[in-house]
């Protein structure tokens, strides 16, 4: 007598457009993506072909059961969430990237905006496979004038960014936003920005793609910037510091 009884992971594999694919190749898709910010190419690049044949199959499926939505283009994939479940936990403690202070937001919207003025001077094309590559001193040079030019006297010094970058780039790291290619030493007479003591040559990856360099975007960035200077020095109305917050 056959035993006719099916696991409900085949039954719900099969409901989805999954009956063929091989289940452990979907357990494989579904680990990856939930275990960095980004599942790129290069890291697999079978299983992220694999994930783009059957992606219609895998948005129904993350869809259904996780409420998430999928991105997914020629470089990379993300999962993305609208909502958070866990009410008791503070954003600190959940692993996103989530920039909080103003000196690192205005970082990472002038970061973006390097990133597009770079490729565009490299000759880099939405659909080329390079990755850009930088100077961090360069990017600072660049940080710090771009700081003066829209804040003015209210610039904060030199080494107050820098110190901002640090942990700006640690997380930029961890979510892979970014790679360490090379760090040299500086050495007597090599002009660097103030606080830095190395050449450090970093890599863009392809998630940072994914991130609005558009003016219109750091417009928003930069007056929530400038809202909590005003706030701070006492030049908003009643009102609108009360409303405004600390952090952008």
Not at 36 to 56: C, G, M, Q
Not at 166 to 185: A, I, M, S, T, Y
């Amino acid at each position: 007598m056959t035993d006719e009884r099916r696991s409900p992971e085949a039954t719900d594999s099969r409901e989805l457009g999954l009956d063929r694919l091989k289940l452990e190749r979907v357990r494989a898709v579904l680990n990856v993506l939930t275990e960095s910010t980004f599942f790129y190419r290069e890291d697999n690049p079978d299983l992220f072909f694999f994930l783009r044949k059957n992606r219609a199959a895998f948005e129904e499926l993350i869809e259904r059961y996780f409420g998430w939505r999928i991105y997914v283009d020629r470089h990379c994939a993300r999962l993305l969430k609208e909502r958070q479940y866990n009410e008791a936990l503070r954003p600190t403690q959940r692993a996103l990237f989530d920039l909080r202070r103003r000196d690192a937001c205005l970082l990472f919207a002038l970061l973006l905006e390097f990133y597009e003025e770079e490729g565009q001077r490299q000759g880099l094309t939405p659909d080329d496979d390079r990755n850009l590559r930088f100077l961090l001193a360069d990017f600072m040079t660049v940080a710090m004038r771009r700081f003066r030019e829209e804040l003015g006297d209210a610039t904060p010094p030199e080494g107050k960014i820098f110190e901002a970058a640090r942990p700006l780039f640690e997380q930029l790291e961890r979510h892979r936003f970014v790679r360490l290619v090379d760090r040299k030493q500086a050495e007597a007479g090599d002009e660097l920005p103030a606080g830095m003591e190395e050449h450090l040559l970093y890599e863009f990856l392809p998630g940072i793609r994914c991130y609005d360099p558009s003016q219109a975007a750091r417009s928003v960035v930069i007056r929530a910037y400038r809202g909590t200077l005003e706030e701070a020095e006492g030049t908003l109305p009643a009102r609108e510091a009360g409303e405004e917050g600390n952090e952008p």
